[in-house]
Structure formats: structure tokens, C-alpha cells
């Protein structure tokens, strides 16, 4: 059931607008989890709107990574995983794409040659 004072818009309009809202609210709830926004660094306006402008394209970007990794894991993981590493320099798309952590032996001619042969 919803109710509404607003007696202009249709039944559908109500649904819809309520529909839409419920999808802000998930991902402003996604965004304060992930990304931890307890505080803000400044203190007018223009500093918190910069705040959650650059939250929601890190966000956007992450989603669009785990996308293209084609990634079945939680964004919460992506998340995490992105900012442990995200001071090395690697390749970010190469580690989504190994994330399951598999080792495997190195053939004889693929190992890398020594500096110092035994």
C-alpha cells in the first residue's frame, strides 16, 4: 500500500516514484558500507557534495571494473580487494580476473632465468 498527498500524479507515477527511491536508498546504503563515509573532510557544501561526487564515481567505476571482470563476487570484496592494492602497481582488471587464487607449477622453460645460477 502507499499513500501520497500529492492527488496529481497517478497510481503508477506513486509506484514508480517509490520504486525509484527504494534504489537510492540501497545504494547510498551500499556506498556508506563500502566506502565507510562517517565524516567529511570539510565542512561547507561544496566540500561534502565533492565528498560524495567522488565516493559515487569510485563506486561507478568499481562496479563497472567488477562488470567487465565479469566478477561473481560481492562488491564488498572487489571493494576491499581494490583498496589493498591499490598503492602496487598492478594491473587491476588482471587481478579481478584472478581472484580465485589458484597456483600452479611453472613449467621448466617458463620460469624466469636467475640473476645468480646455483
Known amino acids: 500500500m502507499l499513500i501520497t498527498n500529492n492527488f496529481a500524479i497517478t497510481v503508477e507515477e506513486v509506484a514508480f516514484i517509490y ?3 527504494g534504489q537510492i536508498e540501497l ?7 563500502n566506502f565507510q563515509i562517517h565524516y567529511f573532510y570539510g565542512e561547507n557544501e561544496n566540500s561534502i557534495r565533492t565528498h560524495i561526487w567522488c565516493t559515487l564515481i569510485a563506486q561507478l567505476l568499481l562496479s563497472v571494473l567488477q562488470k567487465k571482470a565479469n566478477l561473481k563476487k560481492e562488491f564488498s570484496m572487489v571493494a576491499t580487494l581494490i583498496s589493498i592494492h591499490l598503492i602496487s602497481l598492478l594491473d587491476v582488471y588482471q587481478l579481478l580476473r584472478n581472484v580465485k587464487r589458484t597456483y600452479s607449477k611453472k613449467k621448466a622453460d617458463e620460469r624466469v632465468p ?3 645460477p646455483v
Open 19 to 21: 520504486k525509484k527511491r
Open 27 to 33: 545504494l547510498f546504503k551500499k556506498t556508506k558500507l
Open 114 to 116: 636467475s640473476l645468480f
